[in-house]
T-cell receptor, first 115, second 114 residues
Framework: AQSVTQPDIHITVSEGASLELRCNYS??????LFWYVQSPGQGLQLLQK??????LVQGIKGFEAEFKRSQSSFNLRKPSVHWSDAAEYFC?????????????FGTGTRLTIIP | DTEVTQTPKHLVMGMTNKKSLKCEQH?????MYWYKQKAKKPPELMFV???????INESVPSRFSPECPNSSLLNLHLHALQPEDSALYLC?????????????FGPGTRLLVL
């Protein structure tokens, strides 16, 4: 069965500092990979997706994510965080089977920004 | 445009009430989803509709009844809920991109069962 691990439950970063959120997956083949962000009381917004190709993908809001097959990882990065980036971040995977709609979510990483 | 709308934003209901949650998308997406999310947890899949037909039911109790009247609209009918059903209910829709579905979420309905 596929699984997703986000090792960091909570991260605190100073505004303007760099950020890396970790995501590791376990699956027989390379799954499809996603990052979603959720502000308090809100829905999930898609930040990143990776299906194949370039291992460094640019997303919205200045985020990028790097896929590393050897480490089964899909880490999210941002060079300089803003106070508005404070939110919950979920990594998710889907099997690389045509038409498979099931997403498996990690447990999330809560990001706090300090001035 | 990847907007999914949900109404109402907030809902308070008693255990004997019947209420419905509504979700709409006008992006021509083929699949629509209901998720339940408890505080500080990831979303849990409840139902998937594909081309207006129920394709996945994750063993959800019958007090939750989904309905897909057309390709743009998804409802979740609620009856005889329990306090533990209080949660954020998220709707999503998806389009196929290079053979894989990408899900887009609505803002959610915050449900409180008294």
């Amino acid at each position: 069965a596929q699984s997703v691990t986000q090792p960091d439950i909570h991260i605190t970063v100073s505004e303007g500092a760099s950020l890396e959120l970790r995501c590791n997956y376990s699956y027989g083949a390379t799954p499809y990979l996603f990052w979603y962000v959720q502000s308090p009381g809100q829905g999930l917004q898609l930040l990143q997706k990776y299906f194949s190709g370039d291992t460094l993908v640019q997303g919205i809001k200045g985020f990028e994510a790097e896929f590393k097959r050897s480490q089964s990882s899909f880490n999210l990065r941002k060079p300089s965080v803003h106070w508005s980036d404070a939110a919950e971040y979920f990594c998710a995977v889907a099997p690389p089977d045509f038409g498979n709609e099931k997403l498996t979510f990690g447990t999330g990483t809560r990001l706090t920004i300090i001035p | 445009d990847t907007e999914v709308t949900q109404t109402p934003k907030h809902l308070v209901m008693g255990m004997t009430n019947k209420k419905s949650l509504k979700c709409e998308q006008h992006m021509g997406h083929r699949a629509m989803y209901w998720y339940k999310q408890k505080a500080k947890k990831p979303p849990e899949l409840m139902f998937v509709y594909s081309y207006e037909k129920l394709s996945i039911n994750e063993s959800v109790p019958s007090r939750f009844s989904p309905e897909c009247p057309n390709s743009s609209l998804l409802n979740l009918h609620l009856h005889a809920l329990q306090p533990e059903d209080s949660a954020l209910y998220l709707c999503a829709s998806s389009q196929r991109d290079r053979g894989q579905e990408t899900q887009y979420f609505g803002p959610g309905t915050r449900l409180l069962v008294l």
